[in-house]
């Protein structure tokens, strides 16, 4: 097995390491924030990642009940809207919130999406429309303070350059924004208001183009974009679409959006390893390595990259019972963490100083990051699917590191923190007993391991065997 070779330099000048992916994550849709299982897994997400935000679809879907039409009436009520915000509020994070779908008491049509009948169709009453928002917003002003509300976001929509999510032109959802964005400012002008929320880093400079032409408020430019989301057959299955794709794709697109959004915030709020619902490489080792390799690149070029999903309490076409079906979550029904929440836990732990590696390998990526007196080298060894990729032993040889008191290893792989082998191994139960579940929760653990480091004259030296889609984070406490 050959060497694969990295070398740092402590005494190099650092540059920051923002945590981009923990300023939002997502969910499915609204009337599942009033679920306890789904607020316990925002929780403990909340409380292990880090994550400050929380966006999902349809809170003004006629299933939470905040515009309806009754015997010729229209009634507005916000109370489950506001129990949802409660909740989030409580646990000490806030809303992302994502101005969807269409009340059918306003809509233009009945094209509708998702088992919950999600409204896609524009309003039938523009001015109407915006009377509602204004009204909406007020009244979280109202019940929240200015304070707090002002340091929510507004997203004008989702994907609305989907014939699936929005039955309009894009002319139709310029329009759209212009009434909403004027709607939220009308109430406060130091809210925040954005969009234009699309699928596949689209429409960006067409949609500021409008807001500078028309004079439109935007403070932040938003969009989606998945590995799957090229222009090849969309007809082929999910594995062979990402076969297809090509490796650190998602950094590639960052960057142009980052270029086309003019100096403007730019918050990815979705993204994932592909955008299969029923995907099994959600659960697997394989989503860890993708993940680590595409947050750390993304750091420095986002200002949010929010990951869909945070659970598989998740309902758009039906609700379902395997405890590993492919879900976006990062934990599974039954709250068991899969290695993608393991590679959030990794990345929260890094620290906000990253230094220059040198080397290069077709699969293996190598990281640096600097907290304190420690310093953490994060190694993946990713591939896309039916592409080579082989274990790996990696040597790390650190300069002008001060001898460390520790050292030591976490690990992300096909025997490490991998609920999903455990559950393969008990026979794939569709439903878990208590006993089941604590077992599958104690497999999805990381188990640290001390690390021998080769010290002498201020160098330090590292060797790390990385099998397929594994990460390793290796600390040196100094």
Known sequence: METVEFLCDLAQPGIPLPHCWEHTVGSGHALLALRSDWQAHLRQCHGDLGFQYVRFHGVLSDDVGTLVRDQGSLIESFFNADRIVDQILSIGMKPFVELSFM???LASGRKTVFKYRGNVTPPRDYRRWAAFVGRLVGHWVQRY????????????????NLKAFWAGSRKDYFKFYRYTAEAI???????????????????????LDFCDTVRVPVDFVSTHHYPTDALWNTADDTETQLAASHRSILRQWAQDTHRHARSLPLYYTEWN????????????????AFITKTLMEASGIVDGYSFWTFSDIFEESYFPSLPFHGGFGLLTLHGIPKPAYRAFELLHRLGHERLLVDGMHPTVDCWVARGGRAVTVLVANHALPRHAIDTELVRITLL????????????????????RKAWDELGRPEYLDD???DRMQSASCISRESLRCEYADRVGRLEIEVPPHGVAAATLAC
């Open 103 to 105: 009340p059918e008491a």
């Open 145 to 160: 303070g200015i304070a707090d509300v002002q340091r929510w976001f507004f997203e004008v929509w989702n994907e609305p």
């Open 185 to 207: 400012k009308g109430v406060e002008a130091s809210l925040r208001v954005g969009g234009p929320a699309t699928a596949r880093d689209e429409w960006i400079d067409e949609f």
């Open 273 to 288: 390893t592909s955008s299969n619902p029923r995907d099994p490489l959600h659960d697997k080792p394989y989503a860890a």
């Open 400 to 419: 002008n590191v001060q001898e460390p008191r520790q050292a030591f290893i976490d690990r992300i792989d096909n025997d490490h923190g991998n609920a």
């Open 435 to 437: 006993e089941t579940i």
